[in-house]
């Protein structure tokens, strides 16, 4: 479904990642590893069009978004790449669900039809009750599953993750995994999770490991 090929990213004198070749099939789950430093995010980033590579080619679903003007590229991402960031980053002044319908207002989505996607989602994520609260009015691991509904609202392929279990105790870490695993057998969508967490790197159908901007 996704290649990238000979992927070099470098930020001024500084060279972060040095050729990175990866395929991702359909409905896999691959967990990324190594130390600080090692180019893990920058790759996150560019496999999300949120950076543009200095080289290589990156192909999805036949696609290269790379060639992509930014307007269509922003399109491109909205529709096919959710995102789940370590600290949550929903918007503290909108509800659950008003955090989970912005990806969809934004692809426009009817509303009728938007506020029953992301309802169901949150009942699917068993926050039902917290529909109308805020972020400060729920636990991180509450917060942290809303941000997750929000990167399923518009049904992309692929879901990336940088540190997501990084800001929560371990009952609420375990969850999160085993949420993964269940919602890419429901969902259908791949994963690319960056982790410290050797329980969930174990989880992945694969792990790669990254030192000093290359594949180990």
């Known amino acids: 479904m996704i290649e990238i090929q000979g992927i ?8 972060v990642l040095k050729g990175i070749d990866l395929t991702i ?3 896999e789950i691959i967990s990324v590893v190594g130390p600080s430093g090692a180019g893990k995010t920058t790759l996150l980033q560019i496999l999300g069009t949120l950076e543009r590579p200095d080289a290589g080619v990156y192909r999805f679903g036949g696609e290269e978004p790379t060639r992509l003007s930014d307007g269509r590229l922003s399109a491109f991402r909205n529709q096919n790449i959710g995102f789940v960031f370590q600290f949550h980053q929903l918007l503290p002044e909108f509800s659950a669900l008003e955090n989970v319908m912005i ?33 400060n009015a729920m636990s991180g691991g509450e917060q942290q ?10 049904k992309p392929k692929l879901i990336l993750a940088d540190e997501p279990s990084g800001n929560l105790d371990s009952k609420n870490a375990r969850e ?14 791949s994963f690319v999770i ?8 174990r989880l992945a159908d694969r792990t790669i490991t990254m030192a000093d901007g290359k594949l180990a």
Do not use: W, Y
């Not at 207002?105 to 805020?134: D, T």
């Open 8 to 15: 070099k990213k470098s930020f001024g004198q500084v060279e």
């Open 25 to 27: 099939g359909q409905r």
């Open 103 to 135: 990806p969809a207002m934004i692809a426009g989505m009817p509303s009728k039809q938007n506020r029953e996607r992301a309802e169901a989602l949150l009942v699917k994520l068993r926050l039902s009750e917290r529909l109308h609260h805020r972020p």
């Open 145 to 154: 599953r809303v941000a997750v509904a929000r990167a399923l609202m518009n």
């Open 176 to 189: 999160l995994h085993s949420l993964f695993l269940q919602l890419r057998e429901e969902e259908g969508q």
């Open 194 to 201: 960056v982790t410290h967490n050797e329980e969930l790197a």
